[in-house]
C-alpha cells in the first residue's frame, strides 16, 4: 500500500505548505462543521441507491471529524493552460473521528478514525482585474486517492470486512465521481465568471498497451503463501484490469492455465494530468470469485519519459514478488482536426480517434411557475451517448428561469462513429422527466465552425434559450513536455 501511495502523492520540487496548514488548523471547526453537513447530504442518499440489503437503510447518527486537521504538503504551483494558476499538493489526513451510523436489522457501528491519503489539484481561473481577481476554483484529486475506515461496534469481525469493504467502495466512489480527475468540483468566487473559460480540456490521450506477465508462478510455487489456492491443480485464468486515473476500467481477455499469459492488447484513455497513474491489476479468473495476482503501478509521465515502455514489479497483499508485467504506451495530443477521426491508423477495438467535449452552460428564459420547474439539460450523440445534467430546483438566490448548470461531457469518437453520415448532436431541456424543447446540431456544423469549436445560445423552442459549446478534437501522435521525474529521496 505505501508503494501506490507514493505513487499517488510524490510530485518533485515542491514547496513547504506550513502557512496552508496553519490557516487549516484555525478553520478546522469549520471545516468539520461543513464538511460533516456535507458528508450526511451527499453520502447518505447515495447508501439507499449503492448498498445491497440491509446495509440500503444505513444512515449517520452522528458526525465528527474529530480534532485532528488534515495536512497539506509538497506544493507546487504553475502557470495553467488558460493563463491561471495551478496548485498540486499532497493531502494527508489521519483523524480521530467520532462517526455513529445505524441500519435496520444489523447492529449499530462507528467510525472512529479515518485516514485518507492523495494529491490534490486545485485550478485557479479565470484571473480578473475585478476583486476577488479569481473567477472561480476548480478542486480535483489527480488519482483515487486512498482511503482507510476504522470501525467499531456490535457487529463481528467477518461482517466488519463486508462493511469497510462496501461502505469504503460507496465513498470513494461518490468522491471520485466529484472530485478526482476529469472530474472536477467547481467552486465560483465570481458569479459572473464565464463557464467557458474555466474548464480546462483534457491533454491528450495515452494508447495503453498490455503486453505479457510473468514470474508469479514461480514465486507461489517457492513461498509458504500460495498466491492463489487453486495453483496446486491448474495454472492460472489470467486476466488484466487496467485503470489511468479515474478514467473508466478496461479489461484483457482472459488467458487460461498459463503461468506467462501474453495478452498484446490495447485500449485508449484520456489524460487530464500526466501525474495520472496507470494501474495494471492481474487477476485469476474464477467462479468463486477472482483471485488477485499482483498490482502494478506507474504513472503516466514515468513512461513516457522512460521511452514508453516499462517492465513493472507485480505487488500481492503490499509485498513485492517475482511476477512481472510488461506495458507499452504512446502519447497522442488533440488537435483542431477533423481528418483525424477517420484515419486508418485509430481503427480497432477500444481505439479512439478523437473527442467532441460539449460544455453546458445556462439556460435562459424558461417558462413555468418557479415553484414547480425542475429544468435540466441531456446531450445526445445517436443512440447510446447520452448524458444529463443536474436537476435544478428554485432555492433562495436561485434563478430558476435562468438556470447555471456549468457541466462539462465528453464523447469519445471512434472511426466508425464519423463515417460517411455521422449522427447529429441533440440539446434537449427538460422540466423534470418532460422534455420542453430541443435542437439539433449537425456533426458538419461543428467541424466546419472556427477552430472546430462551436459555442453559442442555441434555441431550444418556445424563447427557450441553452448556451453550450460543442468542441471536436482529432488527434495527433505527441510529445510529452520535458519535465524531470520525481526526486524519490526526497
Known amino acids: 500500500m505505501s508503494g501506490i501511495v507514493e505513487k499517488l502523492t510524490a510530485e518533485g520540487s515542491g514547496e513547504s505548505a506550513e502557512f496552508l496548514n496553519d490557516i487549516v488548523k484555525e478553520l478546522w471547526p469549520n471545516i468539520n462543521a461543513a464538511g460533516s453537513k456535507m458528508v450526511k447530504e451527499i453520502v447518505e442518499p447515495m447508501f439507499k441507491t449503492m448498498l445491497p440489503g440491509p446495509l440500503a437503510t444505513l444512515h449517520f447518527t452522528k458526525i465528527d471529524l474529530g480534532p485532528v486537521p488534515l495536512r497539506l504538503s509538497n506544493a507546487k504551483t504553475t502557470k495553467s493552460e488558460l493563463d491561471g494558476i495551478k496548485l498540486d499538493l499532497n493531502v494527508d489526513w489521519v483523524g480521530k473521528a467520532d462517526i455513529e451510523l445505524d441500519a435496520d436489522m444489523i447492529p449499530a457501528l462507528g467510525v472512529e478514525s479515518v485516514q485518507l491519503h492523495g494529491r490534490l489539484s486545485i485550478l485557479l481561473c479565470p484571473l480578473t482585474n475585478v476583486i476577488p481577481l479569481i ?23 467477518a461482517d466488519f470486512s463486508v462493511i469497510d469493504d462496501t461502505v469504503r467502495k460507496v465513498i470513494l466512489g461518490i468522491i471520485n465521481s466529484m472530485f478526482t480527475l476529469p472530474n472536477r468540483f467547481l467552486l465560483k468566487l465570481d458569479a459572473n465568471a464565464d463557464y467557458f473559460k474555466t474548464y480546462h480540456y483534457p491533454l491528450g490521450m495515452v494508447r495503453v498497451t498490455v503486453e505479457k506477465a510473468w514470474g508469479f508462478g514461480e514465486e507461489a510455487k517457492s513461498s509458504t503463501r500460495k ?23 478496461w479489461k484483457t481477455t482472459t488467458k487460461n492455465n498459463t503461468n506467462r499469459p501474453t495478452w498484446n492488447e490495447t485500449h ?40 514508453g515502455s516499462q517492465e513493472l514489479p507485480l505487488v500481492h497483499k503490499g509485498e513485492e514478488t517475482e511476477g512481472r508485467v510488461s506495458i507499452s504506451c504512446q502519447f497522442f495530443k488533440y488537435v483542431a482536426d ?18 467532441a467535449t460539449i460544455l453546458v452552460a445556462s439556460a435562459f428564459d ?37 438556470p447555471a448548470f456549468d457541466q462539462a461531457f465528453r464523447l469519445p469518437i471512434t472511426t466508425d462513429l464519423v463515417g460517411s453520415s455521422p449522427d447529429k448532436f441533440r440539446i434537449a431541456l427538460l422540466d423534470g422527466e418532460k422534455e420542453i424543447g430541443g435542437v439539433d446540431i449537425p456533426f458538419a456544423s461543428v467541424a466546419d465552425a472556427p477552430d472546430k469549436i462551436l459555442q453559442q445560445k442555441f434555441d431550444v423552442g418556445n424563447g427557450t434559450t441553452v448556451r453550450a459549446s460543442i468542441c471536436l478534437r482529432g488527434i495527433v501522435p505527441g510529445e510529452m513536455p520535458q519535465v524531470a521525474l520525481p526526486d524519490r529521496r526526497k
Not at 476554483?137 to 476504522?150: E, G, M, R, Y
Not at 443536474?390 to 433562495?396: F, L, Q, V
Open 366 to 402: 424558461i417558462k413555468g411557475q418557479r415553484e414547480d420547474l425542475k429544468p435540466s439539460v441531456v446531450v445526445t450523440w445517436g443512440k447510446t451517448q447520452r448524458f444529463q445534467t443536474a436537476i435544478k430546483t428554485d432555492a433562495p438566490g436561485t434563478d430558476i428561469s435562468n
Open 135 to 157: 473567477g472561480a476554483a476548480q478542486i480535483s484529486f489527480i488519482n483515487p486517492p486512498v482511503l482507510k475506515l476504522d470501525f467499531t461496534g456490535a457487529a463481528n469481525v
Open 268 to 307: 485508449d484513455f484520456v489524460v487530464s494530468d500526466f501525474d495520472q497513474c496507470i494501474k495494471v491489476d492481474v487477476e485469476d479468473e474464477d467462479v468463486n470469485g477472482d483471485d488477485e495476482v499482483g498490482l502494478a503501478v506507474t504513472t503516466v509521465r514515468e513512461i513516457l519519459v522512460a521511452g
Open 227 to 249: 498466491l492463489f489456492n487453486k495453483l496446486t491443480r491448474a495454472a492460472p485464468d489470467c486476466y488484466a484490469k487496467v485503470d489511468v486515473g479515474g478514467e473508466e476500467s
Open 338 to 355: 477533423a481528418g483525424s477521426l477517420t484515419a486508418s491508423d485509430h481503427k480497432g477495438d477500444g481505439r479512439l480517434s478523437g473527442i
